[in-house]
């Protein structure tokens, strides 16, 4: 026994070891603070951003690529040059795997808040991105998500959590307007039993079904299945007109092929999931004429995407896969927040999330109370010959907020008008001039907010 | 039992709890996230241990031993959070999380008493995916357990106003969430290794012991061997609902991704890898195992950087190769495991 | 009816494809009482080696036919060579080791080959080459293609093949010989190792065959493919009684009709209650109440004390 014991001394001093060599192992980023040595040089403050996303597993993809546009936007606020709180600001990535594994999630986000983040960015999946908001809400830290689009983050009433995504529930109902819209009036619906495939064909459901749609069949299968026969056969007997699909594209694009081999009719429909390259390269002939949507609005159809689109591609040599533009925003929006409130310190420029109001890459980013896009548009594209095409805008408060500034732009031109009119009385020509100036910057202005949105 | 009261034990055993004490604060140097991978580790410790009963002892495979713990986690969640509104205090539902991975182990148990080696694995294996699935999918027609959405705002573990999240501050010391948990851990593992121990040397340790190397001679010599095999299933399954209620406490959410088949393949791998069987072996195994990925990720990339100059493969994908090549090269080297009972280890050498 | 012939169909191919594999874990469990567990991952490097080969050579505008030949030969060659290599590595040392021994070896290859194979092909998700000209048929109301009608004659011929060379053959009487006890068919003049090593290598190039028909019939692939397909094909196996040929094919096409059948119409018949989402356990379900009933499967022999 003495010998047993004194060997299991003997492991966990072993285990100390271990865990000390794991210390010194731990990357440390160079917290550089100012450096004293040039006295010419400003402060220079180094601003650490947390990332998780998953860079292992089936999502990798996805997870490289909203760290690609974390990068970016990185690489760009450092070439700005920023000035907070009278020093000079240097933004540094921190890049973790959270493996889309909410155990791994959690610690992830321990060690990102241990490393004093200033703000965090992620996770992408909602189920790593809610356990882990915990955290950060203790630990005072702000998170920005550009992905994670289950109500349930945000509902959780963290003041920290916020998100520049249209969450499931926007676009759900969406879709299910949309459906109603298409002439169908019989829809299956099919989820992947995920958090996200499961919240998005739940809302989906009770949006069609409000709208007068017969939801006819409900069946599921998991985000590993590659064979879809069995359901979709089964869909086939309902006669369903079309069928929506909350999941991935790496299922989606097999089951909208499956639908074909089948003989079966109905369009396919689906959110974010299917709305990549990687369904259309998955679906093949099968995925043309099908229809998907995307939070936010299509990268060309906004002033600053095509940019976008021409610096990521040129940095990274690959197309954006999905998240990247929101991720980008998501960096942006924290930068922004911390020069409004000229402070690195979470506790201080925290406030200033709130209040945010950025023009970004995929849109006018305002917050709600809690912490959620404020009227996330939802924009409906379809397949056509190997693309995906813009189709429509739908709900939101992003086509509302457009409506109003037309609106007050009309508004404006009317009063210009009777400026012009009372000037005409006046039979001033300068007045005239200057009234139809007037007219012409105020229908400017109409036109640049009717373009905007 | 009196042996441990000799000086050289005595000595030994408080080298250990210095040790044990100190633990958290030497990793909290490393920042409080290895902390939480300790925690995790020590859960591991748990689970293996209890799943040693099962395969260790009585010698039957089981590969959906991570059921017993999701129904621990799933009766943790369902009674301290929102979902139902019902915040029970925790030393009452860990119980009743036993009590249900109990009943759950002798569901499972009982239907697979005929069956052996293989045939007993993959039953155990389709039996995990059934609990999993069940768990991902009621949440309709009544919602019981909010399907994939997970249960969010689980209660951490509370005496009185003593929360274990967060920070608290006692006689000068700051206390971290994490590290509360771990003295918690730390003496729910106390208990278990010692209820291991004293099972391994009764009677019924005799038995499972007896089963494990020969079933029928074992009935043959009066054991009720249904019994027995339905007891190992039962006191297996119930340290892992404990595990699993502390688990939701910890993490505050719980969600059936948390419950995957693989995570049942970890654990059995940690009990072969540490020496199936044999206590201590089991300890490294589990403590190995859980810390071992968490040692490459951070390893692997500034290693690297030191011999090569530059990043060659990518440390992420590295990670799992490692890990998976430690489990080939144990096995080919020590098939026994890395710390196999003597017992074990006599028999192993002596037919080679 | 035409619904019902549909999910027979949808089910019997599905079913051809468990079969395949099955056939391969059967191969070497039969005579070594191993679940190799890395089988999974042979068949999905079966299929990336092929998306390689016949991909490139489709790229380089030579004629489809040729190419699939070349990927097809292509992915055996590797296969078997990657059989060979883990019997010689990783499972010789293990014969005598205690019996859950080879089994963490087999977790670990497994976990190996898939992180191998996330670093030679990436992360995404790829497009199988089209092999085979695209077919539908359309009988009493049901739709099959081309691809589906050859998977099922290829498990089938597969198995045919497979009972011919274990019954037929010196190779295949020595592996029964092996199966039956290893140390008496040695003293019998059989070299064991050799014909172990032949049954990998033969289960592996199954394997290979298995990730072309996969490959083809799915049109995608990726390296996690392979671990669901090998644990369905492994339940394949064992509900007809592993180490068993003929019930291993039996197994996969059961197997494969009840996933089928029950997701087309369990949910219908409890009301909504167990819907597909229930799909993954029916098989389960029925694979323990086959063994309750049937300790070793429906067609395994009564196996010794110690499996």
Request: charge should be positive.
């Amino acid at each position: 026994m003495q010998a047993k014991l004194s060997v299991v001394a003997l492991s966990v001093a072993a285990a100390f070891a271990l865990a000390a060599c794991g210390q010194k192992e731990e990357p440390k980023p160079v917290a550089a603070p100012a450096a004293p040595a040039a006295p010419v040089a400003k402060p220079e403050v180094v601003v650490k951003l947390g990332h998780a996303a998953p860079m292992t597993g089936p999502q990798a993809h996805l997870g490289k690529d909203n760290e690609n546009g974390a990068a970016l936007a990185i690489e760009e606020l450092n070439a700005k040059g920023l000035e907070i709180g009278g020093a000079k600001v240097k933004f540094e990535l921190l890049a973790e795997d959270d493996q889309a594994d909410p155990k791994q999630g959690s610690i992830v986000a321990q060690k990102l808040v241990d490393a004093k983040v200033n703000g965090v960015i992620g996770h992408l999946n909602s189920g790593t991105t809610i356990p882990a908001s915990k955290l950060y809400a203790d630990a005072g830290i702000p998170q920005i998500s550009g992905s994670a689009t289950n109500p349930k983050y945000t509902q959780q009433g963290f003041k920290t959590a916020f998100r520049v995504m249209a969450n499931d529930v926007q676009q759900g109902k969406a879709l299910g307007e949309f459906a109603a819209k298409q002439g169908v009036k019989t829809v299956a619906v099919v989820d992947d039993r995920t958090a996200y495939g499961q919240g998005l064909a739940d809302e989906f459901k009770k949006a069609a079904e409000a709208a007068g749609l017969k939801v006819v069949a409900s069946e599921f299968t998991n985000d590993k299945a590659t064979d879809f026969k069995a359901i979709l056969t089964k869909i086939k007997s309902k006669k369903a007109e079309l069928v929506f699909f909350g999941g991935m594209d790496a299922q989606g694009g097999p089951m909208a092929k499956q639908m074909k081999e089948l003989g079966i009719k109905a369009k396919f429909l689906g959110g974010d999931g299917v709305c990549t390259p990687e369904f259309m390269k998955l679906g093949g002939e099968a995925a043309e004429g099908n229809y998907c949507s995307l939070p936010g609005m299509p990268l060309e159809k906004l002033a600053k995407g095509p940019e976008f689109k021409d610096k990521f591609v040129k940095k990274f040599g690959t197309e954006i896969q999905l998240y990247a533009p929101y991720v980008y925003d998501a960096v942006m929006v924290m930068a922004d927040s911390m020069k409004r409130a000229d402070s690195v310190d979470p506790a201080k420029y925290l406030p200033a999330i709130g209040q945010t109001k950025y023009d970004g890459v995929t849109a006018m980013i305002e917050f709600d109370e809690f912490g959620d896009l404020k009227g996330g548009a939802i924009s409906v594209y379809q397949y056509k010959g190997g693309k995906l095409e813009y189709v429509e805008t739908l709900g939101g408060g992003a086509v509302a907020t457009a409506q109003a500034e037309v609106k007050e732009a009309v508004a404006e031109v009317k009063d210009a008008a009777k400026a012009v009119a009372g000037a005409a009385a006046d039979a001033g020509k300068e007045a005239v001039k200057a009234g139809a100036e007037a007219v012409k910057s105020a229908a400017e202005a109409t036109k640049a907010a009717v373009e905007k949105k | 039992m009196k042996k441990w009261l000799n000086p050289r034990s005595a000595f030994g055993i408080s080298l250990i709890a210095i040790a044990l004490i100190a633990l958290p604060f030497v990793a909290a140097m490393g920042g409080q996230a290895w902390v939480r991978i300790v925690n995790f580790a020590i859960l591991y410790v748990f689970l293996a241990l209890g799943l040693n009963i099962v395969v260790g002892f009585a010698g039957l495979l089981d590969l959906g031993y991570i059921a017993f713990y999701a129904v621990g986690a799933y009766a943790y969640a369902l009674l301290a959070s929102p979902h139902f509104g019902l915040h029970l205090p925790f030393w009452v539902i860990l119980p009743i999380g036993a009590l249900l991975a109990c009943v759950f182990g002798v569901l499972l148990g009982s239907p697979t008493l005929k069956l052996r080696g293989d045939y007993l694995a993959i039953v155990t294996l389709g039996f995990g995916e059934i609990v999993r699935i069940f768990m991902n999918n009621l949440n309709a027609p009544v919602n019981i357990t909010n399907g994939p959405q997970g249960i969010t705002l689980i209660d951490p573990v509370a005496f009185g106003d003593f929360k274990f999240s967060g920070t608290t501050q006692i006689f000068g010391f700051a206390l971290s969430g994490p590290q509360k948990y771990y003295y918690l851990l730390v003496v729910l593992s106390i208990l278990v290794i010692i209820i291991n121990l004293r099972l391994q040397n009764s009677r019924i340790g005799r038995a499972w012991q007896a089963i494990r190397e020969d079933e029928i001679a074992a009935k043959a010599v009066g054991i009720n061997t249904r019994n027995v095999k339905l007891l190992a299933f039962a006191m297996g399954a119930s340290f892992g609902g404990v595990a699993g209620g502390v688990f939701a406490a910890m993490q505050g959410f719980v969600s059936p991704e948390s419950f995957s088949l693989i995570e049942s393949v970890m654990i059995l791998a940690m009990v072969v890898l540490g020496g199936m069987g044999h206590i201590p072996g089991v300890i490294l195994g589990a403590v190995l195992l859980s810390v071992l990925p968490e040692v490459l990720r951070y390893g692997v990339g500034p290693l690297q950087m030191a011999v090569f100059g530059k990043m060659l493969v990518d440390p992420e994908s590295l990670r799992m190769l490692v890990f998976g090549l430690a489990l080939v090269l144990v096995m080919r080297f020590k098939p026994a495991g890395l710390w196999p009972s003597p017992e074990r280890k006599r028999e192993l050498t002596g037919e080679a | 009816m035409d619904i019902f012939l549909q999910q027979i169909i949808n089910g019997l191919v599905q079913g051809s494809i468990y079969a395949l594999v099955a056939l391969g874990y059967t191969m070497v469990y039969g005579i070594m009482g191993l679940i190799n567990f890395a089988h999974g991952e042979v068949v999905m490097i079966g299929t990336l080696v092929t998306i390689t080969v016949a991909g490139t050579m489709i790229k380089a505008g030579m004629p489809v036919v040729l190419a699939g030949f070349a990927g097809l030969s292509a992915s055996v060659l590797v296969c078997m060579a990657l059989g060979w290599g883990l019997e010689r590595i990783a499972y010789r040392p293990l014969r005598n080791a205690p019996r859950l021994t080879p089994l963490i070896t087999a977790i670990g290859m497994s976990i190996v080959l898939q992180n191998l194979a996330m670093m030679i092909w990436g992360r995404n998700y790829m497009t199988f080459p089209p092999l085979l000209p695209k077919m539908d048929f359309e009988v009493a109301g049901a739709n099959f293609t081309a691809v589906q009608l050859i998977i099922v004659l290829v498990s089938s011929l597969t198995m045919g093949g497979l009972l011919l060379l274990v019954y037929r053959t010196k190779l295949g009487m020595a592996m029964r010989a092996t199966s039956q006890n290893p140390a008496v068919a040695s003293l019998m003049g059989v070299n064991i190792n050799r014909v172990i090593a032949a049954a990998f290598v033969i289960g592996s190039a199954l394997g290979a065959l298995a990730g072309v028909m996969v490959g083809t019939y799915y049109e995608i692939a990726h390296y996690q493919m392979g671990f669901m397909l090998g644990l369905k094909a492994f339940t394949a196996a064992v509900l007809g009684g592993i180490g068993n040929l003929a019930g291993a094919m039996l197994g996969g096409v059961l197997l494969g009709i009840i996933e089928a059948l029950g997701a087309g119409y369990i949910g219908d018949l409890t009301g909504g209650f167990l819907g597909s989402h229930y799909q993954d356990i029916f098989a389960f379900i029925v694979l323990i109440i086959v063994l309750m009933f049937k300790p070793s499967g429906l067609f395994g022999e009564k196996t010794g004390d110690r499996a």
